[in-house]
């Protein structure tokens, strides 16, 4: 079975960015903003030749999106460099998805994008446009905890809780792939997701509780 | 007279019982607001720029173009020409702009000059650290250390230690600053100490310190780095100020929490351990060195918890060019514990003798704690079958293989915990609702939860109708959350508000019912005359006669009655398997037994016994701050290579607590750092029982075990 469809699937930093002169991918996509000089068009994209192509640009001023949250159109204004991430925090006051490594590792931003995990630390918001994101703040039907999510509360499946929003949105998308989850599946489901306090035996629990519920019928892809 | 004691063992209807915490909800569902979350109405953000050398001058510093930018507000050089910096990283200036990416763009393009100058920042090897980074070794010796080790028929000598590691707290340092008017400062941190911050910041700024106000609701980890506001703080409010008032973010990027926001000291110890041919142990001698940046570090407490009559100790404080160190969880007893648990160990395997035997035989050496250490040790033994899958180093636990190797290691522990100093406010309303309020903090630990227990047990009510404020050092002053103190700390002061509280509406409504305040209990959400249900009324009837005039009860700790000590044992085996031809260690199985008095919420104490071993996997086997010696760099400031435990790395666990008769009427005690410091000691074991010999330094990676095991094979 591949497993594409249950690890997060931005590819690793390029880079090792170990010192102020270091050069990382995600560096890179935040500068590369500023880096191209390119006459302003005003109302919107140019048009650049690449390797022999017309390349539509965005930028390196803000442009306005729209992002499919929750259900919700919302609008804003970014830079082109600007992380999905840091639009949803920063601009949208949506910070239940949190920064912590913001290089793709840590798995504190996880949210679902069209169906499946993506570090939203490591997209571009205006990549995200068109796109069902699903965060964290989205699970909840009727003032009632998801499964997920109550089984968390249940096992006790948190301490600060910085890395909970992570693990409830990757641990949901993992039983909606797999309802009844083996051992390898829940490793590779929650492999990219870090606690720092040390919660993972409280989660291993969370999980065969929720994969139990969700057997019994319970509501799933909430 | 009030009586102050926690209820007896069949009257407790929370304490001890498993409790969900109350903000599990919020955490699960991203409505918790932790500062980095917060965005302020015309907020600012901040960056730093960082020294890339860990030793140099500053020659020049031209800030001129960042000021230019657009969006920039306020600029501040904090560190001026002249200025020699001491580590990697260290702040030269601020910046403020109206986003994080102008902020960045700002804080890039000032140019600082530097004069490089020589740096040291490798202390494993103690003859490599040049004669300035060392101070005068210290030395202490007990009893007569020389003949002991002449009498002694049985001695072994190895070498010890681990590195240094790093908090990795996942919210970073930092803090939101904003100033109200010209003297009057709002700060949203992420602190270990809200009651504590405000005398810091007001120092620094020159404002009485009751102007500074602190609102923390949720805070992403501290582990004991998070006590002060640091220089990036006090920047804040300065960039602040500049910018008229307007609120500043600063929290750290994730390369500068790793090289400068914590920092466990590194420990390294050659020592010499005797015994009689019974095993009886006789005396200890090491040499020892460690750091924890510039300023060095004291002797990790040698040997730990074993009371050897004859003893000679010598340490190296060694300094760094490394950022400076942090109170880590239960600070120097890891280090301590791994020495002489591994020493002792080694100790066993050359008297041909099983560790659990030999801890047993020589228990009284521990001291006043022995009959607690020796339950605790029987009882995890029987958890991980000790008797059934240990064999004798080397020659592979119950189950191995050619190459796949599996062995058992033991340890020990203790730790202080008693309770901080707290105050707290305890109101009963009219509506039958009760109210804390608290300057405390909870750091993910429980201590809402604990706060509403205490309450509701004292008022016989359920715990939903109690409510907690905390995070504001506008609320009475309660103890910064370290030493694992804030337990015991807020529970007493709870508790005996609380019981204040009470007496308060038994005066009340004494009368009503015929009665005096000393006849009346609070049981089941009825007052009534002691032992009588039937002379009762609800506790809403009892509340709604106080009318417009709610009780407060002022509680505090310290205070009268017994409601707090300190001192905790704790014992952890681990069950490991070594591949031994690719050097992995894999956790099988992980048993901890602790004590830590009465327990409050036996869920989240639980919890935080698991999370102290799985942090201590982490230690053990993967986390090391890699610092490179050319370039005086820290090679690892991410989340890639300074590696944490994944939920696959941490096998199955089984935690016991201490409790019932010995240990409840010691009332609660703090857990949060004792579970943390045995790991190593007892992981490092089980690897040696597993490969026959002891790889002498933490973390235990593929590399290290492999050149153990070489060094081994070529004698």
């Known amino acids: 079975m591949s497993s594409s469809d249950e690890r997060h699937d931005n590819p690793q930093d390029l880079h090792e960015n170990g010192s102020q002169s270091g050069v990382s991918r995600r560096n890179f996509l935040k500068g ?4 191209l000089t390119i006459p302003l068009v005003a109302g919107g994209e140019k048009i650049v030749k690449a390797a022999g192509a017309d390349v539509p640009v965005l930028g390196p001023g803000k442009v306005n999106i729209t992002l499919n949250i929750n259900g919700a159109s919302r609008t804003t204004s970014v830079e082109p460099r600007i992380t999905l991430l840091d639009a949803l925090r920063n601009d949208l006051d949506i910070t239940g998805a949190k920064r912590v490594c913001d290089r793709a590792t840590c798995g504190a931003c996880t949210v679902v994008m069209d169906g499946n995990v993506v570090y939203a630390c490591s997209v571009l918001a205006i990549e995200a446009q068109g796109k069902k994101i699903q965060t964290v703040e989205g699970l909840e039907q009727n003032g009632r905890l998801h499964p997920v999510q109550q089984a968390f509360v249940d096992n006790d499946a948190q301490q600060c809780g910085f890395c909970t929003p992570g693990f409830v949105m990757a641990c949901k998308n993992m039983l909606d792939k797999h309802p009844a989850p083996t051992h390898e599946q ?37 | 007279m009030a009586e102050y004691k926690w209820p007896e063992e069949g009257k407790r209807k929370h304490i001890g019982k498993r409790i969900s915490r109350v903000d599990g909800p919020d955490k699960v569902s991203g409505k918790a607001k932790y500062t980095y979350d917060i965005n302020r109405p015309g907020m600012l953000f901040a960056k730093l720029v960082r020294s890339p050398y860990a030793r140099a001058k500053i020659v020049s510093i031209d800030t001129s173009a960042a000021e230019k930018m657009p969006g920039v507000k306020s600029v501040r050089v904090i560190q001026q020409p002249g200025a020699e910096i001491r580590w990697a990283g260290d702040e030269i200036v601020a910046v403020a702009a109206v986003d994080e990416s102008s902020a960045e763009d700002a804080a890039r393009a000032v140019k600082i000059v530097y004069e490089k100058l020589p740096h040291f920042v490798n202390e494993a090897d103690l003859a490599a ?22 009498e002694a028929e049985v001695v072994v000598e190895n070498t010890y230690g681990n590195d240094v590691m790093t908090h990795c707290c996942l919210e970073a340092h930092g803090l939101i600053a904003e100033w109200e008017d010209d003297n ?10 809200v009651s ?106 040698y040997p730990y918890v074993w009371q050897i009559p004859n003893t000679k100790t010598k340490h190296h404080s060694i300094s760094t060019d490394v950022g400076p160190q942090r109170a880590w969880r239960a600070p120097n007893h890891p280090q301590a514990c791994l020495v002489t648990m591994g020493a002792l160990e080694d100790l066993a395997a050359k008297l041909n003798m099983d560790p659990l035997d030999f801890v047993i035989k020589n228990i009284e050496l521990t001291g006043a704690r022995a009959n607690v250490y020796k339950d605790e040790m029987m009882k995890a033994a029987e958890m991980i079958e000790w008797k059934k899958i240990w064999r004798p180093r080397g020659e592979g636990g119950m189950g191995s293989t050619k190459t796949l190797k599996r062995g058992l290691g033991l340890s020990l522990h203790t730790w202080g915990g008693g309770g901080h100093a707290s105050n707290c406010d305890v109101t009963i309303n009219s509506d039958g ?18 706060i509403r227990i205490v309450a509701a047990e004292t008022f016989g009510i359920p715990i939903d109708q109690v409510k907690e404020h905390i995070g504001d050092n506008s609320y009475p002053a309660s103890g910064s959350s370290g030493g694992s103190t804030t337990i015991g700390g807020i529970s007493a002061s709870t508790r005996r508000g609380s019981i204040d509280a009470l007496n308060m509406l038994f005066e009340k409504i004494a009368p009503s019912m015929n009665t005096t305040a000393d006849k009346l209990e609070a049981v089941d959400g009825k007052i009534q005359v002691i032992g009588s249900p039937n002379n009762s009324m609800t506790w809403k009837q009892a509340c709604a006669k106080l009318g417009m005039q709610p009780i407060t009860a002022r509680g505090k700790n310290p205070g009268p009655g017994n409601l707090t000590s300190a001192g905790v044992g704790g014992v952890q085996m681990a069950d490991v398997t070594v591949d031994i031809e690719t050097g992995v260690v894999k956790m099988n199985n992980f048993v901890a037994v602790q004590d830590c008095g009465l327990i409050i919420d036996m869920k989240t104490t639980e919890s935080q016994v698991f999370g102290a071993m799985i942090m201590g996997i982490g230690y053990a086997l993967y986390e090391e701050k890699i610092m490179d010696s050319q370039t005086g760099r820290m090679l690892n400031p991410n989340m890639e290579f300074y590696k944490l435990a994944g939920l696959a790395d941490i096998g199955n666990f089984k935690v016991h607590m201490m409790t019932g008769k010995g ?9 949060g750092e004792p579970p943390t410091v045995s790991p190593g000691a007892a992981i490092s074991n089980a690897v040696a029982n597993a490969i026959g010999v002891r790889v002498p330094t933490l973390p235990l990676t593929p590399d290290r075990v492999l050149a153990a095991l070489e060094k081994e094979r070529r004698g």
């Open chain 2, 184 to 193: 009057k400062l709002l700060v949203h941190p992420s602190t270990q100490a």
């Open chain 2, 196 to 301: 504590g911050n405000g005398a810091e910041l007001a120092r620094a700024l020159q404002i009485p310190a009751g102007n500074v106000h602190l609102k923390m609701d949720h805070m992403g980890g501290g582990f004991g780095s998070k006590f002060p506001i640091d220089r990036w703080g006090i920047e804040a409010a300065r960039l602040s100020k500049l910018a008229g008032g307007k609120p500043v973010k600063v929290m750290l990027e994730r390369d500068a929490e790793l090289m400068l926001a914590g920092t466990r000291p590194s420990a390294y110890a050659k020592v010499k351990v005797g015994a009689k041919k019974d095993g009886t142990i006789v005396a200890w001698e090491s040499e020892s060195w460690g750091s924890g940046g510039p300023a060095g570090t004291g002797m990790p407490p």
């Open chain 2, 129 to 150: 650290a040049p004669a300035s980074y060392r101070r005068q070794p210290t030395e202490q010796t007990k009893g007569d250390p020389d003949t002991a080790f002449k």
């Open chain 2, 663 to 671: 240990y409840d009427e010691r009332g609660p005690i703090g857990i």
């Open chain 2, 433 to 450: 609702t009760v109210d804390v309020k608290m300057g405390t903090q909870d750091l993910g630990v429980g201590t809402r939860t604990a």
């Open chain 1, 32 to 35: 590369s903003g500023v880096a």
């Open chain 1, 186 to 222: 829940i490793e590779m489901g929650l492999g990219g997701n870090l606690c720092r306090c040390g919660t993972y035996h409280g989660i291993k629990a969370a999980v065969a509780q929720a994969a139990r519920q969700s057997r019994r019928g319970g509501r799933r892809n909430g």
